[in-house]
């Protein structure tokens, strides 16, 4: 980490009363860890001249990755030859809202200074009015320097980054292909599955909630203060 992107990190943790880790530290290696991707710097570039950060808030697959020389690299290196989709995700987010898993690891590569909200999926319990439970106390914020690209296990849930200044954060996300399309069939009453491998439990306060996600966060929809000048 440079020196401007810890000078920021410091000024967030003076900011909030939330604590927030870095993917630098052992407490990170729980949730996921730092990718060694393949032609980053290509795809880096790539990414810069394509996503639009006023644009959508969610994009799961750019078809023009496809024409890509680095995309059959990533999918051999990171995927074992698997289809993988290369999607991003931008916005002025600075709240938990909810919590996904996927079966299958995700990568993102931070385009900007972003910070992640990260759990378990095993902390999930049965129970409660909507029918699963899980406490956001048991959540943690980590800051993720710009430029860096980070792992995340199948087992830990996650949902949209959240910005650290004005600028809307934006991160590119690789994830198995089909991930959080629309779904063909009707999920089986009582289940977490939100999307195509998206299982998914969200605060009563989120947006996600009026939409149909099970509403099964109890405690505080967390957040962070992002720096505004």
Not at 48 to 64: L, M, Q, R
Not at 102 to 129: C, M, N, Q
Request: contains cysteine; proline residues 7%.
């Amino acid at each position: 980490m440079n020196r401007d992107q810890e000078e920021l990190l410091n000024a967030l943790r003076k900011r909030n009363t939330e604590p927030v880790s870095t993917v630098e530290e052992d407490h990170f290696r729980l949730y996921g860890r730092i990718a060694e991707i393949p032609g980053l710097a290509g795809l880096t570039d790539w990414a810069e001249k394509t996503i639009d950060p006023e644009g959508p808030v969610y994009i799961a697959h750019y078809p023009s990755s496809e024409k890509q020389s680095w995309k059959r690299l990533l999918e051999q290196d990171l995927a074992g030859g698997m289809p993988l989709e290369i999607g991003s995700c931008c916005g002025n987010n600075t709240k938990m809202n909810g919590m996904e898993y996927h079966k299958g690891h995700e990568y993102i590569v931070a385009l900007t200074p972003l910070v992640l909200f990260l759990g378990f999926s095993g902390d999930i319990r049965k129970g409660g009015e909507a029918g699963w439970e899980w406490d956001s106390s048991k959540g943690h914020f980590f800051f993720v320097p710009r430029g860096t690209a980070v792992e995340l296990y199948s087992t830990t849930l996650h949902l949209a980054p959240c910005r650290t200044g004005r600028e809307n954060f934006r991160s590119l996300i690789i994830l198995p292909e089909g991930t959080n399309t629309e779904l063909e069939d009707t999920p089986a009453p009582g289940s977490l599955l939100f999307m195509k491998n998206k299982w998914m439990i969200c605060h009563p306060d989120s947006p996600a909630a009026s939409r149909g996600a099970c509403p099964g966060i109890r405690g505080e929809n967390r957040s962070i203060s992002p720096l505004e000048e």
